[in-house]
């Protein structure tokens, strides 16, 4: 199976279905997740999760 099969299946989702809203909420949260995952071992930490 390929690496990035979930993302080109998700973007052709985004272009049949004309789902463009989901594009930004996705992109979010992923960002929203590597910041989380970087930040756990970082100085940032304690400012971070306050902010939840």
């Known amino acids: 199976m390929n690496r990035f099969s979930i993302i080109k299946e998700f973007?052709?989702?985004l272009r049949e279905r004309k789902?463009?809203?989901l594009a930004p909420i996705v992109i979010f949260l992923?960002?929203?997740g590597v910041l989380l995952v970087f930040?756990?071992?970082s100085a940032l930490a304690p400012?971070?999760?306050s902010l939840f």
């Open 30 to 32: 992923l960002l929203l």
């Open 19 to 21: 789902r463009w809203w």
């Open 39 to 41: 930040a756990k071992g």
């Open 11 to 13: 973007w052709q989702f």
């Open 47 to 49: 400012f971070i999760y």
